[in-house]
């Protein structure tokens, strides 16, 4: 056997030992686990949800997270410790979310009195408007501790669903949108910045501007559907140049390993075909990502300067 191959299966056995190594202490700590005494485990159950609670009396813990000790377990435990059973968060339904009630706050036997931040929500509710993305943002901050299925019924009683939560300058939010529809984020720095088309119309100067940009590039900027269009070709090709792109970084980052794991052997044939198969993955990424850029740019790019048109009018009207 060649030293090259000595490098390249030393690096492949390291890769394995490690994972054999995270595997192995992760079966070791279940099993500590089964073997501690029940009472134990449920302590740290109780631990864990005191541990994790936030000073409005929320808190979670992940499901399965002592070994032997079922989710509805984990309920009744949380239940003597005062807390209420809110719904399941995160992806698969994967943490168990609960609420006791703060000092100085009326309850009932399922929870708090919601009345007065019901008005508030709803009025929130009907005065939101989607932005440009297609997201609209609402303050979690309305007197009420809901769990979020119950917000979700509400949501979908006025039209919109669940998209994410957002934290900026210290307040956090729903993002909404409205259901079957493509949204953008806000943050996304490659497509449209500016005003939503529901405060566009409501400037003179936005229609005849929208019908000047419609006989010069052929789409209506202030038509929805023609938004949502602009919206799906966005993100289809977005994403597709995401994942190239993380295929061809992920394949520069290998290749880097490879060759630095196999520097004294670089005339050797074995280290070129690895070498050579990675750089070939790294150039088909990066090509193609690119590619799907200029093809977002290209299916976009009729209605983006329609619709920048709009806004410049609208930002500088003719004197």
């Known amino acids: 056997m060649g030293a090259s191959h000595v490098v390249v299966y030393g690096v492949v056995g390291l890769v394995m030992a490690v994972l054999a190594v995270t595997i192995a202490g992760y079966a070791v700590s279940r099993l500590r686990e089964r073997r501690m005494p029940f009472e134990r485990r449920l302590e740290k159950v109780r631990a864990a949800l005191r541990g994790s609670e936030s000073a409005t009396g929320a808190t979670s813990i992940r499901s399965h997270y002592v070994s032997g000790v079922p989710d509805d377990l984990v309920r009744e435990v949380a239940e003597t410790e005062g807390y209420w059973w809110t719904g399941y968060a995160g992806r698969n339904d994967s943490t168990l979310t609960f609420q006791r009630e703060v000092p100085g706050e009326k309850t009932t036997e399922n929870g708090p009195e919601p009345a ?24 979690m901050d309305n007197g009420m501790r809901l769990p979020r ?12 669903e669940y998209h994410s939560v957002e934290h900026h300058k210290g307040v956090t939010h729903w993002v909404l949108k409205r259901p079957g529809t493509p949204a953008v984020d806000r943050r996304d720095p490659y497509f449209l910045k500016g005003p939503s088309l529901d405060e566009l119309r409501q400037h003179p100067a936005a229609a005849q501007a929208a019908a000047r940009a419609k006989r010069d590039f052929g789409v ?10 602009a919206r799906e070709q966005h993100l289809k090709y977005y ?3 995401v994942r190239y792109g993380g295929v061809g970084s992920v394949s520069l980052l290998v290749l880097i390993v490879v060759v630095l794991a196999a520097a004294r052997h670089l005339g050797n044939a074995a280290v070129y075909v690895p070498a ?3 750089v ?16 977002r740019k290209a299916a976009t790019s009729d209605y983006q300067q329609a619709y ?6 609208v930002i500088r009207p003719s004197g």
């Open 276 to 278: 050579a198969l990675l």
């Open 308 to 313: 920048e048109r709009v806004v410049q009018a």
């Open 239 to 241: 994403r597709k140049g």
């Open 116 to 139: 007065p931040g019901m008005d508030l929500l709803l009025a929130r509710l009907a005065k939101l408007r989607p932005d440009i993305g297609g997201l609209a943002r609402l303050p």
């Open 280 to 295: 070939i993955a790294m150039i088909v990424g990066f090509v193609k990502a690119t590619q799907a850029m200029r093809q």
């Open 220 to 229: 209506d900027p202030l038509s929805g559907t023609a938004l949502r269009q």
């Open 149 to 160: 299925r119950e917000y979700d019924e509400i949501f979908a009683a006025h039209g919109w």
